[in-house]
């Protein structure tokens, strides 16, 4: 048997060793760094589907924007995993849930949609993002199972005196009292989905102007929360993936948001109900991502936030926008054409 003053040496040197181990342990990279990470891969996602823009081949056009996007990511200096990503809703290509890319080092969190608005992509419709989020490592959500959420987004004021858990009509009472304005005056975004007929008619109905795109949940939702947005609410239920991102843009902006699971197939309740994961809890914005976070987004189809990629003295240019530490940028970045598909 040991003796005792050999235990007690012995267990000095594992807790110095372990020590030692915390203190070389990388540190996480600070969201706001990875900017060019960011931009890196909504820019490749970009370029990589506008050859699908207006085809009618939205899989090809996702495949595309999903390959290109993780070849940028697997450069990015860190280790970032893909807490939740959009294509298990749709069955489509996409970057798998607990997904590790990167060159190592420090870890953070990744939310991602490489190719937002796939009908609008291949329709050549406006709308088509590619979108991507960052947080600090364990601060986002684990919420892979969930397909669907309720929302709400808003800038302050309005969204300190609104609650996902009251009527629409209160809601709207409550964001025109705190904004000083009438109900009237008001401008919210619902997505024009069969889903959602009902709440846009008492939209409707109790005299607010409503603004209904088919698709693009996180475009609606930047137009609620940008502070040149021409929205002041979103509300409905979208993707679970793009309520995430668009907590990160939230909190980086100092906006807010509220979310609710709001499963829309059987299968998806049932993986909500095995992952003990509670359709009635109402998600505040530190529940969905609790640290410093960074969102961007690079314009696919053009439109009224991001333009399409487009050539300028023989080089392809997109247009992005980065949200973090309390900032909004416009990036615009450019490729030499040869080498890249048309």
């Not at 490592?137 to 969930?146: E, V």
Request: aromatic share 4%; hydrophobic share 45%.
């Amino acid at each position: 048997m040991f003796d005792e003053g050999f235990s007690r040496s012995f267990a000095r040197l594992m807790l110095t060793t372990a020590l030692k181990a915390e203190r070389s342990a990388p540190s996480p990279p600070a969201p706001a760094a990875l900017e060019p990470t960011a931009l890196a891969a909504t820019h490749a996602a970009a370029l990589a589907c506008r050859r699908w823009v207006g085809r009618g081949r939205a899989h090809d056009a996702d495949a595309a924007a999903t390959e290109a996007m993780r070849a940028a990511l697997a450069q990015a200096p860190g280790r970032g995993t893909v807490v939740v990503g959009e294509g298990a809703k749709d069955r489509a290509p996409m970057l798998y849930d607990n997904e590790v890319l990167g060159r190592g080092g420090g870890a953070f969190d990744i939310a991602v949609d490489p190719l937002e608005c796939t009908k609008l992509c291949a329709k050549g419709l406006p709308g088509a993002l590619a979108t991507i989020a960052f947080a600090q490592p364990g601060s986002m959500a684990r919420l892979a199972c969930s397909y669907y959420m309720d929302k709400i987004v808003a800038r302050a004021p309005a969204g300190d005196a609104i609650d996902l858990a009251l009527t629409p009509e209160e809601n709207l009472r409550r964001a025109a009292h705190a904004l000083d304005r009438p109900v009237a005056a008001l401008r919210v975004v619902v997505l024009d989905k069969p889903r959602h007929r009902a709440l846009i008619d008492r939209l409707h109905e109790a005299g607010a102007c409503v603004i209904s795109p088919p698709d693009g949940d996180v475009a609606g939702a930047l137009r609620a929360l940008l502070p040149d947005g021409d929205a002041d609410l979103l509300i409905g239920t979208g993707g679970t993936p793009e309520g995430v991102m668009t907590a990160c843009a939230a909190r980086a902006l100092g906006g807010w948001m509220q979310a609710r699971l709001a499963p829309q197939r059987e299968d998806e309740a049932a993986a909500l109900a095995r992952a003990g994961l509670d359709t009635e809890r109402i998600y505040e914005l530190d529940d969905l991502v609790g640290g410093e976070s960074l969102f961007a987004a690079t314009g696919v189809s053009g439109g009224a936030l991001l333009r399409a990629p487009w050539r300028r003295d023989g080089e392809l240019c997109t247009d992005s926008i980065v949200i973090a530490a309390g900032a909004v940028r416009r990036v615009v970045q450019a490729n030499p054409e040869e080498g890249l598909s048309r």
